[in-house]
């Protein structure tokens, strides 16, 4: 009767691979409250934490699709390419140092100017990509912000400039420093003309940036929890060999001392900044 007995054999194991769940790369990490979110949960928001609301740093291309009406715009300036007038080595030769960022971040340099419809209006947004060279501003971010207020004051149009940079571009000098003048000159034809400029800062808005355009805005706006000062809080306490007061250079500190117009929450951006334009033009 062997056909009725069923014989007991070991149990097939699972190998190691199979036993695991695969959510590498689905998760991320909030690097404030540290907690684990779902990927497409915080795309979902904006790439703002769904626990403690931190705005995560995003590019210049993810930014300019959030503000312009169903994410349509057109770049224009975006030849422009950095030279070596130094020959600046540190690490690694300036040159070389561009030619990564180019190929890291899909852009020429460290800021991305367009030109598209907000709120059917049409509006010339220049955003800065933090991630090509900490968002340094050197002769071409200088140059290209200045053809954007040109353009601004030429056209008539309305200008909207998102700053996110680590300061002047040290590999080229004075050349940098050059730019802060520059643009400041180029912000007074804008004013004069009588069109308005809006100034966005985020996370982190330092140095020549700061100390230049960033702060010239008809209306100076903020993302919260932003970076915003020139020297370093570190260098500032070896400095005045002080202990700075908690949340010193974040956008709420600003805003309380009387340096910023608002904070605003990147899901309340676009529709802040239409309100705005509104106001300045009818």
């Known amino acids: 009767m062997a056909w009725f007995k069923k014989e007991k054999g070991p149990l097939a194991s699972l190998k190691d691979e199979e036993k695991t769940v695969r959510t590498e790369g689905l998760f991320t990490k909030c690097e404030n409250c540290s907690g684990f979110i779902w990927k497409k949960d915080l795309e979902a928001n904006e790439k703002v934490c769904p626990k403690c609301n931190y705005h995560f740093r995003i590019n210049a291309r993810e930014r300019l699709r959030m503000l312009f009406d169903d994410g349509v715009y057109e770049t224009y300036d975006g030849d422009l390419i950095s030279t070596d007038p130094l020959k600046f080595e540190d690490r690694q030769p ?43 501003m050197g002769s071409v971010v200088g140059e290209m912000t200045t053809r954007a207020i040109e353009k601004a004051t030429h056209e008539k149009l309305p200008l909207i400039i998102v700053s996110a940079s680590g300061g002047a571009r040290m590999h080229e000098g004075a050349l940098s420093l050059m730019q802060m003048a520059k643009v400041s000159a180029a912000l007074a034809r804008l004013d004069e003309a009588q069109m308005p400029f809006i100034s966005l800062l985020t996370d982190p808005t330092t140095g020549g940036v700061t100390a230049s355009f960033a702060m010239l805005g008809d209306l100076n706006i903020a993302e919260p929890g932003a970076l915003i000062g020139f020297a370093g809080p570190r260098v500032i306490e070896q400095t005045i060999r002080q202990k700075l007061p908690k949340g010193f250079q974040r956008s709420e500190f600003l805003l309380q001392h009387g340096m910023l117009d608002a904070i605003v929450d990147r899901r309340e951006l676009r529709n802040y900044l239409i309100k705005a334009m509104n106001f300045f033009l009818p």
Do not use: C, H, W
């Open 94 to 136: 300036y040159s070389k140092r561009i030619a990564a960022a180019r190929q890291a971040t899909g852009t020429n340099d460290a800021m991305v100017n367009a030109r598209g419809i907000m709120g059917k209006r049409p509006t010339l947004i220049s955003v800065m990509e933090y991630e090509f060279i900490g968002g340094s």
